[in-house]
């Protein structure tokens, strides 16, 4: 089992909690304000770091997937 | 246990639901609410959703058909009204009585409302859903705001109001607008923004005095001007909203006084979001924290907790605040006491970290995201001040 980060851009509101959250899987445009996606598949030392930029987005704009590679 | 109440229908509230599931509990799980609405996010209260009119699907905290799959009753619209921790039960201001075996206080915090506004009925709120939906509706005439508190939410509304080109005017006893949380730098930086913007904002001014003058508002100020308001908003803050605790015997102080776990005084009794006073073991200090982020990690800490875990509640908390273009982050605690150290200053972008005893205490980043994330590590990795000043560390 791996996890997935999944992003959608559109319901981004450029909070930018995922970033504090996770600096090693996200990152920030500060032009468009909106979060960026670096890194899809975090190893599982990072899981516990996706699941809180996960669940501390106020927009609802990530969520993780678990699936068997 | 059988069954779990959560007192609370609010994001901690949520957030412990969606936890105790997780964990696997197959009991009856009871969400007690003081407002008939489905449960809400709060922060566009006083930014989108006051400009723009409230949309119930877009501040929704989870789907309405997600409480039954879920396996949650809903008790909303009855405020919790007494608590008997020995027979296990929770009051309803119905008179219904709710058991349970394991309970969930996440009541939040409720608005703080001075002597002053009593009797006063064009004086508004802005803490729930129907407030912002008045204060929405009283904008439609344009006219002038007056804003006392020049708090976050205050400052937030102010920003709302002038764009939808009201006018506004913010009075506050403190020296500038956010001072009390951030200091004096910071909130002239804000304060600077807020005038740009045409905010007339009266600070070191008291108000004396409100009449109600048809429908609007006179209000009399310490220094002998009187204002007239076509919408009045107080925001002068809140507190922990525990009068339903009392005789109860959960001990109660500034807040439900908790454990590092978050487990209060008595047994299958857990607390979580602005009710919740804990230690937090980052820094050793006794806080009480009104944040978003903070109610998010306590819900589900103190599910876990009721469910048999002992792990302490630690964090580094964070919080953020809008206003026009100007997005303040801010990480740790800072407090007035702390020294600051201004490392960028300019018309878009303010960066400021604090310190106590030499060690980096918190920081406040303005349009500068990356900077916080890397500050936030430096502050839960205990670094000294001078490690972040003039080392690069957070290079514009």
Known sequence: MSVHVIFEPTKCQGYANCLIEAPEIWDFDEENNRAVLRLTEPDDALRSKAEASARCCPAQAIRLEERTP | ?396
């Open chain 2, 1 to 396: 246990m059988k069954r779990i109440v959560v007192v609370g229908g609010s994001l901690a509230g949520v957030n412990a639901l969606e936890e105790i599931r997780a964990r696997g509990f197959d009991g009856d799980l009871v969400l007690v609410g003081s407002e008939p609405h489905l449960p809400y996010t709060r922060p566009p209260l006083s930014k989108e959703a006051l400009a723009d009119g409230i949309d119930p699907e877009q501040l929704a905290l989870r789907a309405p058909d997600w409480y039954a799959e879920q396996g949650v009753t809903l008790r909303l619209g009855h405020a919790a009204s007494g608590l008997d921790t020995r027979d296990r039960v929770v009051v309803l201001d119905d008179g219904t009585t709710l058991a349970y075996d394991g309970l969930v206080i996440a009541t939040g915090s409720s608005q703080r409302r001075p002597a002053m506004t009593a009797g006063i009925s064009t004086a508004m709120d802005l803490r729930g859903v129907d407030d912002a939906a008045r204060l929405h509706a009283s904008f439609r005439n344009g006219g002038h705001l007056v804003v006392v508190g020049a708090g976050f939410i205050g400052m937030e509304a102010a920003a709302t109001a002038r764009r939808r080109g009201l006018d506004v005017t913010v009075v506050d006893i403190a020296p500038y607008p956010m001072s009390r949380a951030l200091g004096p730098e910071v909130g002239r930086w804000f304060l600077r923004r807020h005038e740009d913007h045409g905010v007339r904002v009266l600070c070191s001014t008291g108000v004396a005095g409100l009449e109600e003058a048809g429908h609007r508002t006179r209000v009399r100020l310490t220094d002998g001007r009187t204002l007239v308001a076509d919408a009045l908003l107080v925001a002068v803050g809140a507190e922990a909203a525990t009068s339903w605790l009392s005789g109860s015997g959960v001990a109660v102080g500034d807040g439900v006084l908790c454990e590092p776990t978050l487990a209060t005084s008595v047994p299958g009794v857990v607390a979580a979001g602005d009710v919740a006073r804990w230690t937090n073991g980052t820094s050793g200090e006794s806080m009480r924290v009104e944040h978003w982020t903070n109610a998010v990690e306590q819900g589900r800490h103190a599910a876990a907790t009721l469910l048999g875990e002992r792990r302490p509640f630690t964090s580094v908390p964070f919080f953020w605040t809008d206003q026009y273009d100007a997005k303040l982050r801010c990480v740790g605690r800072p407090t007035s006491e702390d020294d600051v150290e201004i490392l960028t200053d300019n018309d878009t972008t303010l960066v400021a970290v604090y310190g106590r005893r030499g060690l980096l205490s918190g920081a406040v980043c303005v349009n500068a995201p990356r900077q916080l994330a890397t500050l936030r590590r430096a502050i839960a990795e205990g670094t000294p001040v001078p490690d972040v000043v003039g080392s690069g560390l957070v290079a514009p």
